[in-house]
């Protein structure tokens, strides 16, 4: 691997929910087994102390499969699909419970394994990590094949590694190999191992970018990155078709976030329609209470208190734009903070439609339990 330039390796658990049940069921490897029902999905331990499991054919109702293993995934058995289509495609299957509480313990078990060898390490999820492996150029193949071990000695599972120069490439090629996959690219090899490979493989184009890149005939990054720029800015909008442009010659420039203090909390939703201001008034300020009910909630429970208020919205052709005000007194109030938040949004251009509403608050600072701002003074006075 080069010595210059950057080294990221992204990390994703083998089939995680799936293979965590089987560390509990080992009979069922080598099986089709679904992960996604409710508890009375579990399986019946008999007298004997066999096991009795339920079956897909026999399943009734609107789940869905969370995850599946390889062999179920061959009979095209996947995530997100409804447990009754699953029951058809492969009705011997079996069918096990969701049990978060065993995926978080797993979940902590494999990044404290890696963080004993390298520990910058950026969470993505309950089974993804990024790894920075800036520090181990010289030996980053022998490092990423030691994570896989402390992984495995800590777990029991399996994880596939991509090791790329940055976060897009490495998380691309982590689902190359799986399973049990080591996956390593320089940018070199971008234009023979990346761009043959379909758009939807790059994180941030959704069933929906890629639908309509397909209308453009575009599939492949190859296609992506032959487009012209004037066709992809007509379709997509100026700052999305430049981001488009950019991941389809490899280019990402994100760093690793190790974790840190919170210095804001956010929550953002995308609407299932378009949304105007002035139309469809009534139902974005309800979404806008809710989004600002939910930051005030992630406030107290983080115990902080933040002091500017922004808001962000997306418009139809994915611009974006921001506005924030910062308010005299720290506040974790819903209601202070939707006032401030709807402040900001009298200062947006609201002649078009949006797409996404998100609302933000910074400057956060530890809750003084003592100091009572004096919007909570009146309120409670008045209740
Ligand atoms: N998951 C979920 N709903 C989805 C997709 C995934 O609840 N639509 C859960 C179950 C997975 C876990 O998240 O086990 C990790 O997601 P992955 O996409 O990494 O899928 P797997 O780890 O199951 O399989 P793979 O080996 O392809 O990574
Ligand atoms: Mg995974």
Redesign the pocket.
């Given at each position: 691997m080069s010595s210059h330039g950057s080294l990221i390796a992204h990390l994703?658990?083998?089939?995680?929910?799936?293979s965590v049940e089987l560390l509990r069921y080992p009979e069922l490897r080598g099986q089709p087994v679904v992960i996604g029902g409710g508890s009375d999905a579990a399986p019946i331990v008999q007298p004997d102390g066999t096991r009795v499991y339920k079956r897909l054919r026999d399943y009734v109702g609107r789940g869905v499969v969370?995850?599946s293993t390889y062999e179920a995934r061959a009979l095209g058995v996947f995530?997100?699909m409804g447990i009754m289509k699953a029951a058809r495609l492969a009705p011997d299957a079996v069918l096990l419970p969701t049990d978060f509480t065993a995926y978080r313990h797993y979940s902590g078990l494999f990044k404290s394994a890696v963080a004993t060898i390298a520990p910058e390490i950026e969470n993505r999820g309950?089974?993804?990590i990024y790894i920075d492996l800036n520090a181990y150029k010289d030996d980053a193949q022998g490092i990423a094949r030691r994570i896989k071990q402390a992984v495995h000695e800590a777990t029991g599972l399996s994880c596939?590694i991509g090791l790329a120069p940055n976060k897009l490439l490495a998380k691309i090629c982590s689902?190359l190999e799986?399973?049990n996959g080591l996956t390593i690219l320089t940018a070199a090899e971008i234009p023979t191992r990346i761009w043959p490979l379909s758009v939807k493989k790059i994180n941030g184009i959704g069933p929906k970018a890629a639908a309509k890149l397909a209308t453009l005939n575009i599939h492949t990054i190859a296609e992506l990155a032959a487009c012209d720029a004037g066709v992809l800015q007509e379709n997509f909008g100026r700052s999305y078709s430049a981001w488009l442009m950019r991941v389809a010659q490899g280019i990402d420039e994100r760093q690793i976030v190790t974790y840190s203090e919170p210095k804001s909390v956010s929550r953002e939703t995308t609407f299932e329609r378009d949304l105007h201001a002035r139309q469809d008034r009534a139902e974005l300020s309800a979404l806008f209470t809710h989004l600002c009910e939910r930051v005030a909630g992630d406030l107290v429970r983080k115990n902080v208190v933040g002091r500017t208020v922004g808001i962000k919205l997306r418009y139809t052709d994915f611009s974006i734009v921001t506005r924030d005000s910062t308010l005299e007194w720290p506040t974790d109030d819903p209601i202070a903070i939707r006032q401030a938040a709807g402040e900001c949004l009298r200062r947006v251009p609201l002649d078009r439609r949006f797409r996404l509403l998100g609302v933000r608050i910074g400057s956060l600072s530890p809750k003084d339990a003592t100091a009572m701002r004096p919007a909570e003074q009146q309120r409670l006075f008045e209740s």
């Open positions: 994703d658990m083998d089939a995680f929910y799936a969370t995850t995530s997100a309950i089974d993804e596939s689902d799986k399973p």
